[in-house]
């Protein structure tokens, strides 16, 4: 099986900047669609981003042209780029993986990360 590992998250102000990456173990990584999610305090783990085996970019509409998905398959690594955040995207932030091409429903995903604390302040 796929394990996943976050970094990144830290503590920053509202308009900051973080990088989050995503470790995936094993071979084959490049067969992976890898996705984001996030998950605030007494809220359902929500979509953020997806990048499919083919290199195809998805985003949640809450984070178009804020955040920026990509992939080093030869690293095996996923990271996101979070440009002006806001308060609300405050959240445990995971990395999920799963074979061949997947859309934002967190149950299609067979792999995750144990998650990275970001929090926004004002």
């Known amino acids: 099986q796929v394990q996943l590992v976050e970094s990144g998250g830290g503590l920053v102000h509202a308009g900051d900047s973080l990088r989050l990456s995503c470790a995936a173990s094993?071979?084959?990584?490049?067969?992976?669609?890898m996705a984001w999610f996030y998950q605030a305090p007494g809220k359902e783990r929500e979509f953020v981003s997806a990048i499919w085996n083919d290199g195809s970019i998805h985003y949640a509409d809450s984070v178009k042209g804020r955040f920026t998905v990509s992939r080093d398959n030869a690293g095996n690594t996923v990271s996101l780029q979070m440009n002006g955040l806001k308060t609300e995207d405050t959240a445990v932030y995971f990395c999920?993986?799963?074979?061949?091409?997947?859309?934002?429903?967190?149950?299609?995903?067979?792999?995750w990360g144990q998650g990275t604390q970001v929090t926004v302040s004002s």
């Open positions: 999920a993986a799963t074979i061949g091409p997947a859309g934002s429903s967190r149950y299609r995903y067979d792999y």
């Open positions: 094993g071979r084959n990584f490049s067969q992976y669609t």
